[in-house]
């Protein structure tokens, strides 16, 4: 006979909860379907497809080609500060598969009389960025993965569904680039990382002088021809104001509502040396802006070199 595990009811409930959320309260928007088969090994356990709403018919849509696949995960207790903890080898999975995949975790299940809408859910994307996070934050690592930056999905009664699926409306196209030679990908990837770090700099700066920029180009080992390409690209696309003084930086904000140059500074972050920026720009006022955009971002790499600051300046004072 065989023995009913404790976290297979759990499992059950999750899968449960989630498929009323989409299927009952989202049908016109989303197709969940699950594989059918739930066991131990990290594989997905469905897909979700998207619909776009048929107007005057309640919970129906069409089909649209927009496809990502899922992993799904619940938990007994709550999830704080918007991190939990899972397996090293389901992680590893959703980092390395080559599907577009969301990973769904399912808070919250308890009791077996505790109401669906109880439990809470968040989800997941292992985006390059995240996953820069993740191996930051889990070095020598063995057993539980910390994911972090969790995203809300449905938390009592706040419902997030339209973020998702912006998301997945964006993370479902097809990705152009993939069909290219791999010398030409990797001068796009390298011309996508300057752009970034070009702007990713001029965010930090809040605003910078025709001094600054050449400054940024030497710091980033970049002519100052190729410096000037990059701005004309990021003028054209509205991200930078040009004026007679030099640059400045425009707060705009993206598809998902969120800052674009927080965005493209999260991108960058791994390859921006944040101490030898400061020693490029060491003027008090650069400094505190410096210091005021990187305050806002939730990076490892920042913490770490925040609290390398802090520890070198409580080190300078007991000397005193």
């Not at 009952?24 to 969940?32: A, C, E, P, T, V």
């Amino acid at each position: 006979m065989t023995k009913y595990r404790k976290s297979k009811r759990i499992d059950e409930k999750a899968i449960s909860i989630l498929t009323d959320y989409f299927v009952n309260k989202h049908g016109d928007r989303f197709d969940l379907q699950f594989h059918g088969i739930k066991d131990n090994t990290p594989d997905t356990d469905g897909f979700l497809r998207l619909r776009k709403p048929d107007e005057g018919k309640k919970m129906q849509g069409n089909y649209l080609n927009q496809v990502v696949f899922f992993q799904l995960k619940g938990c007994e207790e709550p999830i704080k500060d918007n991190t939990c903890r899972c397996p090293k080898r389901l992680v590893e999975f959703c980092k390395l598969i080559n599907l577009p995949t969301i990973l769904f975790l399912v808070s919250k299940i308890r009791g077996d009389k505790q109401k669906q809408e109880d439990a809470e859910i968040y989800w997941y994307h292992f985006s390059d960025i995240n996953v820069q996070i993740l191996n930051e934050i889990n070095k020598n690592v063995k057993d539980k993965i910390k994911i972090p930056n969790l995203e809300y999905l449905r938390i009592g009664n706040h419902d997030f569904i339209d973020n998702l699926y912006v998301h997945i409306e964006s993370l479902a196209r097809k990705n152009e680039f993939l069909d290219l030679p791999n010398q030409v990908l990797n001068l796009a990837i390298e011309s996508k990382n300057i752009i970034l770090d070009v702007a990713a700099l001029i965010y930090l700066l809040g605003n910078a002088s025709n001094s600054d920029c050449k400054k940024i180009a030497k710091l980033l080992g970049i002519s100052v021809k190729k410096m000037q390409d990059v701005l004309s690209g990021l003028l054209k696309q509205d991200l930078i104001h040009k004026s007679k003084n030099g640059i400045i930086f425009k707060s705009k904000q993206d598809e998902f509502k969120s800052e674009i140059g927080r965005v493209i500074l999260f991108s960058a972050i791994n390859r921006i040396k944040i101490s030898k920026l400061i020693s490029t720009f060491p003027s008090h006022k650069q400094k505190l802006q410096i210091y005021g955009n990187l305050a806002q971002m939730r990076h490892p790499l920042i913490s770490k070199y925040f609290k390398g600051e802090a520890g070198r300046l409580l080190k300078h004072v007991s000397h005193k």
